[in-house]
């Protein structure tokens, strides 16, 4: 566990370390925000960079601290524990890959090389939450009874049966809206598809919640 620590404390400061190794060769004034044009509407200074990779330190000790807590809650084994720590890691990856984006789009619209379309960042950013739902939807399954991760409702924590057929259903619905978000990133135009994308999400958890009910009544 004393490895699988260090790779995580290491993937949690990775964006900050790539950052540091970039910041000498950035310009002075990058661009700071984009529009839902995809224009970019204000440049700010390029120690502004640093907001995202520290950003991503404090989620990192928040969910060791939630993997913490999870374990207090669980008798008999660290089950949520390891699922809370590896979604955590799997966190971390994800803003890396975000940040390393951004980078590359400072670096290229500040040299005057232009900036093509907005979609590729949304598209982007799809494709990695769809990814990640799909990672989840694998994990949802193997989660015991406990208040902070997984598909928490008053009926699917009724009891340990409806708890284990509402986290199967989740994870099943978070896979299936996973590969959907996937091929939305793939396919449709950016803002478009982080429309579609949220509205998959939010069908998911719909759906979710009705049937953790329905199951509270069967079982």
């Known amino acids: 566990m004393k490895n699988k620590k260090a790779l995580y404390v290491a993937?949690?400061?990775?964006?900050?370390?790539?950052?540091?190794?970039?910041?000498?060769?950035?310009p002075e004034q990058i661009p700071a925000h984009y529009n839902f044009a995809g224009e970019i509407d204000r440049w700010g200074s390029k120690y502004e960079t640093l907001i995202f990779p520290?950003?991503?330190?404090?989620?990192?000790c928040f969910m060791l601290w939630m993997a913490k807590i999870a374990a207090k809650q669980e008798e008999g084994g660290k089950n949520n524990e390891k699922i809370v720590f590896y979604t955590g890691m799997g966190l971390s990856l994800f803003f890396t890959?975000?940040?390393?984006?951004?980078?590359?789009?400072?670096?290229?619209a500040?040299?005057?090389?232009?900036?093509?379309?907005?979609?590729?960042?949304?598209?982007?950013?799809?494709?990695?939450?769809?990814?990640?739902?799909?990672?989840?939807?694998?994990f949802m399954p193997k989660?015991?009874?406990?208040?902070?991760?997984?598909?928490?409702?008053?009926?699917?924590?009724?009891?340990?049966?409806?708890?284990?057929?509402?986290?199967?259903?989740?994870?099943?619905s978070f896979i299936i809206g996973?590969?959907?978000?996937?091929?939305?990133g793939i396919f449709i135009d950016g803002y478009t598809?982080?429309?579609?994308?949220?509205?998959?999400?939010?069908?998911?958890?719909?759906?979710?919640?009705?049937y953790s009910y329905y199951a509270a009544k069967k079982y």
């Not at 993937?11 to 950035?26: D, G, K, Q």
């Not at 579609?196 to 009705?210: E, S």
Request: aromatic share 8%; hydrophobic share 55%.
């Open 178 to 184: 996973g590969v959907l978000i996937v091929i939305c």
């Open 54 to 60: 520290l950003t991503t330190i404090g989620m990192g």
């Open 97 to 108: 890959a975000e940040h390393c984006f951004f980078l590359h789009k400072d670096f290229t």
């Open 143 to 172: 989660l015991r009874n406990n208040g902070i991760i997984g598909l928490r409702t008053p009926w699917s924590m009724k009891n340990d049966t409806v708890w284990k057929k509402s986290q199967l259903f989740g994870g099943v």
């Open 193 to 210: 598809a982080m429309c579609v994308a949220l509205g998959i999400i939010i069908i998911c958890a719909v759906a979710g919640t009705v």
């Open 110 to 138: 500040a040299a005057g090389m232009g900036y093509s379309n907005p979609a590729d960042i949304n598209q982007l950013i799809c494709i990695l939450l769809g990814i990640s739902l799909v990672i989840m939807g694998n």
């Open 11 to 26: 993937l949690m400061f990775l964006p900050l370390l790539i950052t540091l190794i970039a910041l000498p060769f950035l």
